[in-house]
Nanobody, 113 residues
Framework: QVQLVESGGGLVQAGGSLRLSCAAS????????VGWFRQAPGKEREFVAT????????RYADSVKGRFTVSRNNAKNTVYLQMDSLKPEDTAVYYC??????WGQGTQVTVSS
C-alpha cells in the first residue's frame, strides 16, 4: 500500500512558477513509476508528466513540454513537478499517481491572467 500526498498548489499570475510535491509513504516507493495528471473543471483528467522509478526517464504531454519538469528524490520518497511559464489554461487540480494504482487527493493550481 502506498499513500500519496500532494502539496505546493496555489494562486499564481500567468508567467509565474510553482513547484508541486508528491510525498509517498512506504519503503518500496522506488519501484513505482510516478505520473502527474490534472483535471480542469468540466474536463476529463489528463496526463501531464511521468518519471520512472530510477528517475532516469521522463515523459511529458505536448502542452507542458519545455515548461514543466518532473524529478524525484527517492531518499525522501518525493516526486516534484516544477511548473514554469504558467498559463491560465494550466489551471486545474493536479494529482500524482504511483504505479497506475495509487492516487493522491490533489492540489489546486490556479493561474490568473
Amino acid at each position: 500500500q502506498v499513500q500519496l500526498v500532494e502539496s505546493g498548489g496555489g494562486l499564481v499570475q500567468a508567467g509565474g512558477s510553482l513547484r508541486l510535491s508528491c510525498a509517498a509513504s512506504g519503503s518500496t516507493f522506488t519501484k513505482y513509476d510516478v505520473g502527474w495528471f490534472r483535471q480542469a473543471p468540466g474536463k476529463e483528467r489528463e496526463f501531464v508528466a511521468t518519471i520512472i522509478g530510477s528517475g532516469s526517464i521522463t515523459r511529458y504531454a505536448d502542452s507542458v513540454k519545455g515548461r514543466f519538469t518532473v524529478s524525484r528524490n527517492n531518499a525522501k520518497n518525493t516526486v516534484y513537478l516544477q511548473m514554469d511559464s504558467l498559463k491560465p489554461e494550466d489551471t486545474a487540480v493536479y494529482y500524482c499517481n504511483a504505479g497506475n494504482r495509487y492516487w493522491g487527493q490533489g492540489t489546486q493550481v490556479t493561474v490568473s491572467s
